[in-house]
């Protein structure tokens, strides 16, 4: 029996989506596989903290800043390299989406409409472009418009049907940095974390050797305990600090871009639909 090839596609999801790449579950969209993104993570945590150990930098201050500060700096950098992970997934991502806008998904025919009995045609059409219209959000907005479209009497249902899948996936946009405005939040939180902690330290030290006795000598190695514990809590909170900065900026930009997207993936639907959808004369005088 011969093997039945699959046919090529403008756009094959499977092929195209990175973490389908790396035969994992691919989230919806711009949508991040957390679990993918945090192996990454971890992976590169681990990979920056041995070039640390195994090079001169361990004897640097910069070295010094990330190996002897305490276990709340590791907990910075595996959540700053987790959040880098994460927006570099939704960039190759949103790339992927951008793709469905160049791709024709009406019959090259001069003077073509849509309407209840052409609607076939074009659904096929959008089975021959791609594996699954439903990877992709703009020719999904199309499908469900058109698979809607028997049952509609106006234009300006589709229109509506258009503005509410829009209104669904700006919403999903916004919940899939979740995860992101987590990190952001508690990337902050860890370094004060290791502040207290240091500072914690550094006066026990001291509140002990001034219980001991009027040792001058005894108090002057205290306080150089005490200097320090200031540079480990002040040194944690800096990290932490520079590095949410880094992400927010990040998302920020991120977050620009897929919103230009969203606009872009409207404009797509209205113009493509809306504009080429003619009502039968049985219709309009339904």
């Known amino acids: ?58 004897k640097t201050t910069f070295g010094q800043v990330f190996l002897d500060r305490g276990p709340t700096q590791h907990a910075v950098v595996l959540l700053f390299f987790w959040s880098l992970i994460i927006l570099a997934f939704k960039r190759l991502k949103l790339g992927v989406q951008r793709r469905a806008l160049d791709v024709r998904v009406l019959p090259e025919e001069p003077g073509f409409v849509i309407s209840p009995s052409t609607v076939d045609r074009v659904l096929q059409r959008l089975r021959e472009v791609t594996d699954d219209p439903r990877h992709f959000m703009v020719l999904n907005r199309v499908e469900v418009a058109l698979s809607n479209l028997r049952n509609l009497g106006r ?31 508690a990337i902050p939180v860890l370094g004060f974390i290791g502040t207290v902690l240091g500072l914690s330290q550094a006066i026990g030290s001291f509140t002990a050797v001034l219980g001991s006795g009027d040792d001058v000598s005894a108090i002057t190695g205290a306080l150089g305990k005490v200097t320090a514990g200031l540079a480990t809590a002040f040194d944690t909170t800096l990290v932490a600090l520079i590095a949410a900065l880094t992400i927010q900026l990040l998302v920020v930009m991120t977050k620009k871009s897929e919103e230009e997207f969203l606009d872009e993936a409207m404009e797509h639907g209205i113009r493509t639909i809306v504009g080429r959808l003619r009502l039968e004369p049985s219709a309009e005088g339904g």
């Open 1 to 58: 029996m011969r093997r039945r090839e699959k046919p090529d596609r403008d756009l094959d999801w499977r092929r195209l989506d990175i973490e389908q790449r790396l035969l994992f579950s691919g989230g919806k969209y711009t949508r991040v596989n957390g679990f993918l993104s945090g192996l990454i993570g971890i992976a590169l945590a681990v990979a920056f903290y041995s070039v640390l150990m195994l090079t001169p930098l361990a």
């Open 155 to 185: 234009v300006g249902d589709v229109e509506e049907i258009l503005r509410s899948q829009a209104s669904q996936d700006e919403s999903q946009m916004e919940t899939s940095y979740a995860l992101l405005q987590g990190f952001v939040w």
